[in-house]
């Protein structure tokens, strides 16, 4: 069984940074790529970026240019560094690994950009 888990959230203002980290727990396979999605108010939850083992980031189009998603310094970690936060990107942000036909995801933590 893999357990992901989010930290960093909280609150920031428009237009101010912040870093999330998700972390796979200890003894877990090695894993090929890491996700985040999010799930925004009124809306699905949507994918917002994938880093894979080798270090090849792929965006979605509302992210790209003002998020960075990065491969942590640990094994089975990775960073998701977001910028130019706006209001709409307020949500709960979720870690995923999707490997050996299972699918994984960690509880979630919560982004709220407001001034």
């Known amino acids: 069984q893999v357990q992901l888990v989010e930290s960093g959230g909280g609150l920031v203002r428009p237009g101010e940074s912040m870093k999330l980290t998700c972390a796979a727990s200890k003894n877990t396979f090695r894993i090929n790529a890491m996700s985040w999605y999010r799930h925004l108010p009124n809306k699905q939850r949507e994918w917002v970026a994938t880093?894979?083992?080798?270090?090849?980031?792929t965006y979605a189009d509302s992210v790209k240019g003002r998020f960075t998603i990065t491969p942590g310094t640990a094994a089975n970690t990775a960073w998701l560094l977001m910028g130019s936060l706006t209001p709409e990107d307020s949500g709960t942000y979720y870690c995923?690994?999707?490997?050996?036909?299972?699918?994984?995801w960690g509880r979630g933590i919560q982004v709220t950009v407001s001034s």
């Open positions: 880093i894979t083992r080798l270090g090849k980031p």
């Open positions: 995923n690994v999707a490997q050996y036909a299972e699918n994984y």
